[in-house]
């Protein structure tokens, strides 16, 4: 048995115009499915090992307040009728700040540079990837949707567009 996990980019999307509501992506990467889940794990399970956000355009309107990136990560196996929640981070504590309003710039983010959101903890923008894993059962739909977050709460951002993000992991 191999010492390593073999991780893969499980689904990458591309989300344009993030706004004050939870959105799915607009341009698919490596996708399998119906355009609103982002991959499909097949016959096999699925280990998701982390959560990678790029920002590639960091030019927006100043939002007045700090902003966060949040997400929902869930999937179904019955088409989309029922979703079982894997992941909903929405505290600041938890995720990765976007623009920090008394600095003016854009904190835990760079032009291309990856930035890993499970076990992120703002205290640590350096933050190190692998501390969360989660299984997806066969035959699921996953299913990511981002937002911009003030203190916990959607809040529209304006401008912020070409926002990558990845899921990367294993198939069983």
Excluded at 19 to 33: H, I, P, Q, W
Excluded at 40 to 56: K, V
Aim: with cysteine.
């Amino acid at each position: 048995m191999s010492k390593f996990r073999n991780q893969q980019i499980l689904g990458s999307a591309e989300y344009d115009g993030v706004t004050n509501s939870l959105d799915n992506y607009d341009v698919a990467g490596k996708v399998l499915g119906d355009g609103v889940h982002l991959f499909a794990t097949g016959p096999g399970t699925c280990i998701i090992d982390e959560l990678i956000f790029i920002a590639f355009d960091l030019t927006f309107t100043d939002p007045g307040a700090d902003h966060n990136i949040g997400f929902e990560l869930k999937y179904t196996i019955d088409g989309g009728d029922n979703y079982v929640d894997i992941l909903t981070e929405t505290a600041a504590a938890s995720l990765p700040m976007i623009w920090d309003d008394t600095g003016n710039d854009t904190e835990d983010f760079a032009k291309g540079v990856p930035v890993y959101a499970f076990g992120y903890q703002l205290a640590t923008p350096a933050n190190t990837a692998g501390s969360r894993t989660f299984q997806v059962p066969a035959h699921a739909a996953v299913r990511l949707l981002i937002g911009s977050y003030v203190a916990g709460s959607l809040t529209a951002m304006t401008g912020l567009d070409d926002f990558v993000c990845q899921l990367t992991g294993r198939f069983n």
